[in-house]
């Protein structure tokens, strides 16, 4: 049998000189291997012991004896039940569901868990003993003033430079040359131009917010979809006012006027590509008359320009007119380009 006296440990005596005799044997070690596993556990009890910090504290003073006792305070998890005394430790109770305590304290009672995610908001951490519950926006919002906003969306003519997060809005920025967007989207880029390839030529070339038309002459000459895309894509190219916009849409066969606003040029617009997509070909063929009466006269002298338009109209669908057609296409495929957005009729 073996017994050791454990000295007492200053904690000055510890900094000072970096190294405490622990063991002090008062009986001769006979057999070193039984006795090491003993120093080890002891070594480590201690390491442990002088890592720890202080337990927090507060003061309270006694009712009883008016003494003024220096408790420790309650971990995270818990609240004070009762007071410490001269003779009692500070007793501590567990927090029951749906209660918390984050800090060390004193509290008679934990705090209640009242963050409550609603609206946009979803759970990110559920209440426990320890937090109280946690909320973030939920996927496609960001935090904003304490509220979950929906993230931008970039609209026509402009696609997402930067994604939105749950702290950040959208970024977005202007299509770039050669590339192109037409819906609103807080997820989408912009789009790079198709290029006309198997013996299809530009009909109307793209812009920040319409992509390249492809087509044959043929087509064009013939009518039907092409033809009605064509239309859809030359006004969309030329920015017409909204008064002018307005006139046109009241003369249209199946459109009512609509009510009188200033800056409602997208949905004109929709109504315009409706009409064009749905009129029948006689409608279509009084276009020219149709923009003058409008006070859209620049628009139409150049459908009638472009002597495409002109031959369908007319109906001079002869080999030389396909061989106008083809000049003639190729001319407004190059003209419209110029025409530019900052140009209004």
């Not at 070594?43 to 009883?64: C, F, I, K, M, N």
């Not at 906003?149 to 939105?164: A, D, E, F, I």
């Not at 013939?222 to 017409?240: A, D």
Request: aromatic share 8%.
């Amino acid at each position: 049998m073996f017994s050791y006296h454990v000295p007492t440990l200053q904690k000055h005596n510890l900094r000072k000189h970096h190294t405490v005799n622990i063991l002090e044997p008062t009986t001769t070690v006979c057999n070193n291997t039984l006795l090491l596993p003993a120093l080890l556990l002891l070594l480590s009890g201690l390491r442990t012991a002088s890592a720890d910090e202080p337990v927090p504290t507060y003061q309270h003073r006694d009712p009883v004896t008016g003494e003024t006792l220096t408790c420790t305070k309650c971990p995270p998890g818990t609240h004070m039940a009762a007071h410490c005394t001269a003779s009692t430790p500070t007793q501590c109770a567990p927090c029951r569901p749906d209660y918390f305590t984050a800090l060390w304290n004193y509290l008679p009672r934990c705090l209640y868990c009242n963050n409550f995610c609603n609206g946009n908001q979803e759970v990110e951490t559920e209440c426990s003993p320890t937090t109280n519950r946690v909320c973030r926006c939920q996927q496609g919002f960001y935090g904003l003033d304490d509220f979950c906003m929906p993230h931008s969306q970039c609209g026509p003519g402009h696609g997402v430079l930067t994604k939105g997060t749950l702290q950040t809005d959208t970024v977005c920025a202007r299509c770039s040359d050669g590339y192109f967007s037409t819906s609103f989207s807080a997820l989408d880029s912009c789009i790079k131009h198709q290029e006309c390839t198997n013996e299809k030529i530009e009909l109307l070339g793209g812009s920040a917010d319409q992509d390249t038309m492809c087509g044959t002459c043929e087509e064009l000459a013939n009518g039907g979809e092409t033809f009605r895309t064509f239309l859809s894509g030359f006004f969309t190219l030329h920015k017409m006012r909204v008064g002018k916009m307005k006139k046109f849409v009241a003369r249209s066969a199946e459109e009512r006027p609509i009510q009188d606003t200033t800056k409602q040029r997208g949905p004109l617009l929709d109504q315009i590509r409706v009409w064009l997509s749905k009129a029948p070909e006689e409608e279509l063929r009084k276009l020219p008359q149709m923009l003058k009466d409008s006070q859209l006269g620049s628009m139409a002298e150049k459908l009638c320009f472009y002597k495409w338009f002109c031959l369908i109209c007319n109906s001079q669908r002869s080999p030389h007119g396909v061989v106008l057609l083809s000049l003639t296409v190729l001319t407004l495929s190059t003209k419209t380009q110029h025409v530019g957005e900052s140009q209004r009729f």
